[in-house]
């Protein structure tokens, strides 16, 4: 089983090569075969040049990297559908950040909750424990409890603790059935993956991950999210 | 065209639906209270209605009011949900740790194989 990690990437020059390095090292820790697509949204510190370099570096018998360049900034939806059709025919996908807020080494705790439970998707979770944050002030951690009571409240996802999160496990045939039917953006559109999975029956496992917040004194969520946010959460209160 | 004609699809209704059903339900039984407020307000029979348990000048108010009621204890019960949420978030000072000191192995490791950083 090969696993293909898709990356979109917006500016990630200095992030990238840290990434990929570290997937690298998971994988080969544990004997996987893998790919990393990297969906570069032509970004101007040149992430496309430093993607080449580590095509060099790390394409092998058990490692594809590939990168797909888009013309610009197209949005994170359209960069998985992309990312999607250049990954290999039959691997299991995992989406996450490749700003290293993510950690690789949940990775194979996800397979293998995936192997063991059968179930068709693995969410990281922020919110059960062994799970956690870092980089969060008060006001933050308010607003994402208050935001996930919101969603849970008026969607009903079963189990899922994390509903905005964005580092999860699927088995093939989930995001490629699930995908096109994603209609919002932004933290939104992780939400409806989830709940249309849980509406086709897809049955859910979670893992606890830790989220480093890097985005060192950028404001990350401005009143705009906020109202994109509920924007996209009553879409799918009504269309779901 | 064949029809399964042993199985029956259950029509599955839309979030804001079932909102709308138990808005409904909620909304018709306040209508029967307020119909009927003296016998659910009288405790001097032998079977006694739940509003019983509270005192005398409360039980007109709660019928009343109830879907109020109903929206504080919601309100609460939100605000209960948020409180522990936050006093329960987990910090993870460690993970942040171990990113620096794997950025920097990873610094190094990619330098020797040649890459331009």
Same mark, same amino acid.
């Given at each position: 089983?090969?696993?293909?990690?898709?990356?979109?990437?917006?500016?990630?020059?200095?992030?990238?090569?840290?990434?990929?390095? =570290?997937?690298?090292?998971?994988?080969?820790?544990?004997?996987?075969?893998?790919?990393i697509?990297?969906?570069?949204?032509s970004?101007?510190?040149?992430?496309?040049?430093?993607?080449?370099s580590?095509?060099?570096?790390?394409?092998?018998?058990?490692?594809?990297?590939?990168?797909?360049?888009?013309?610009?900034k197209?949005?994170?939806?359209?960069?998985?559908?992309?990312? =999607?059709?250049a990954?290999?025919e039959?691997?299991?996908?995992?989406?996450?950040d490749?700003?290293?807020?993510?950690?690789?080494?949940?990775?194979?705790?996800?397979?293998?909750?995936m192997?063991?439970?059968?179930?068709?998707?693995?969410?990281?979770?922020?919110?059960?424990?062994?799970? $956690?944050?870092?980089?969060?002030?008060?006001?933050?951690?308010?607003?994402s409890?208050?935001?996930?009571?919101?969603?849970?409240?008026?969607?009903?996802?079963?189990?899922?603790?994390?509903l905005?999160?964005?580092?999860?496990?699927?088995?093939?045939?989930?995001?490629?059935?699930?995908?096109?039917?994603?209609?919002?953006?932004?933290?939104?559109?992780?939400?409806?993956? =989830?709940?249309?999975?849980?509406k086709?029956?897809?049955?859910? $496992?979670?893992?606890?991950?830790t989220?480093?917040d890097?985005?060192?004194?950028?404001?990350k =969520? $401005?009143a705009?999210?906020?109202?994109?946010?509920?924007?996209?959460?009553?879409?799918?209160?009504?269309?779901? | 065209?064949?029809?399964?004609?042993?199985?029956?699809?259950m029509?599955? *209704?839309?979030?804001?639906?079932?909102?709308?059903? /138990?808005?409904?339900?909620?909304?018709?039984?306040?209508?029967?209270?307020?119909?009927?407020?003296?016998? *659910?307000?009288?405790?001097?029979?032998?079977?006694?209605?739940?509003?019983c /348990?509270?005192?005398?000048?409360?039980?007109?108010?709660?019928?009343? /009011?109830?879907p *109020?009621? %109903?929206?504080?204890?919601?309100?609460l /019960?939100? *605000?209960?949900? %948020? %409180?522990?949420? %936050?006093?329960?978030?987990?910090?993870?000072?460690?993970a942040?740790?171990?990113?620096?000191?794997?950025?920097?192995?990873?610094?190094?490791?990619?330098?020797?194989?040649?890459?331009?950083?």
């Open positions: 089983m090969t696993y293909t990690v898709i990356l979109p990437t917006y500016n990630e020059r200095e992030n990238l090569p840290l990434i990929v390095y =570290l997937l690298d090292k998971t994988f080969k820790a544990h004997n996987i075969s893998y790919q697509v990297i969906v570069d949204d970004s101007p510190d040149k992430t496309h040049e430093v993607a080449l580590l095509k060099s570096i790390f394409n092998g018998s058990n490692s594809i990297i590939t990168i797909v360049s888009r013309k610009g197209l949005g994170l939806g359209t960069a998985y559908v992309a990312g =999607l059709k990954s290999v039959g691997s299991r996908i995992i989406l996450m490749a700003d290293l807020s993510h950690h690789p080494k949940f990775i194979p705790q996800m397979i293998k909750v192997d063991e439970t059968g179930v068709d998707l693995v969410s990281g979770t922020r919110y059960r424990k062994g799970g $956690g944050v870092m980089g969060w002030d008060l006001k933050r951690k308010v607003t409890r208050g935001a996930n009571f919101l969603a849970s409240f008026l969607l009903n996802p079963g189990t899922a603790s994390d905005t999160g964005s580092f999860r496990l699927y088995e093939r045939n989930v995001i490629e059935k699930i995908l096109p039917m994603v209609q919002s953006t932004g933290y939104a559109f992780q939400m409806e993956i =989830l709940i249309r999975a849980k086709e029956g897809m049955s859910l $496992g979670e893992v606890p991950i989220f480093v890097r985005i060192y004194g950028e404001s =969520l $401005g705009n999210e906020i109202v994109m946010y509920l924007k996209g959460l009553l879409q799918l209160f009504f269309t779901t | 065209q064949s029809h399964s004609s042993s199985s029956f699809k029509v599955e *209704l839309l979030r804001y639906q079932i909102f709308l059903s /138990y808005g409904a339900v909620i909304l018709s039984i306040w209508y029967y209270a307020l119909q009927n407020k003296p016998a *659910l307000t009288h405790c001097d029979s032998c079977c006694k209605p739940v509003l /348990y509270f005192p005398s000048q409360m039980r007109e108010p709660i019928i009343d /009011y109830a *109020l009621w %109903v929206l504080v204890l919601l309100a /019960y939100a *605000l209960g949900s %948020v %409180v522990i949420g %936050v006093l329960t978030f987990a910090d993870c000072p460690e942040a740790k171990e990113v620096e000191s794997d950025a920097k192995e990873g610094k190094a490791a990619l330098k020797k194989m040649g890459m331009k950083l």
